[in-house]
């Protein structure tokens, strides 16, 4: 049993900033990477940016530096500080995992998304 579970969205005006936080938890053995996706309606669900166990990132190039992951591998949680937040930001937030079970099992892992609309 692995869940994972997203806070920290919610409305936010334009030039804002919020701070996502996603958290593991179950029989975890090993994470191997964690990141943020994002859906808006109508949209393809798209990386935001990705980050491993050894602290290697990736982000999507049209964020311009305005988002940054980070981890916390004690306690399996990655965070999205997003600033500088504009309208086009409005989407569904997912948090994704590939994890490895104490059972040998490796899946990729999704929560249940939070919600960051931002609007005046």
């Known amino acids: 049993q692995v869940q994972l579970v997203e806070s920290g969205g919610g409305l936010v005006q334009p030039g804002g900033s919020l701070r996502l936080t996603c958290a593991a938890s179950?029989?975890?053995?090993?994470?191997?990477?964690m990141g943020w996706y994002r859906q808006a309606p109508g949209k393809q669900c798209e990386l935001v940016a990705i980050i491993t166990s050894g602290g290697n990132t990736n982000y999507a190039d049209s964020l311009k530096g305005r988002f940054t992951i980070s981890r916390d591998n004690a306690k399996n949680t990655i965070h999205l500080q997003m600033n500088s937040l504009k309208p086009e930001d409005t989407a569904l937030y997912y948090c994704?995992?590939?994890?490895?079970?104490?059972?040998?099992?490796?899946?990729?892992?999704w929560g249940q998304g939070t919600q960051v609309t931002v609007s005046s």
């Open positions: 994704n995992a590939d994890i490895t079970t104490n059972w040998g099992i490796r899946n990729g892992y």
């Open positions: 179950g029989s975890i053995f090993s994470i191997y990477a």
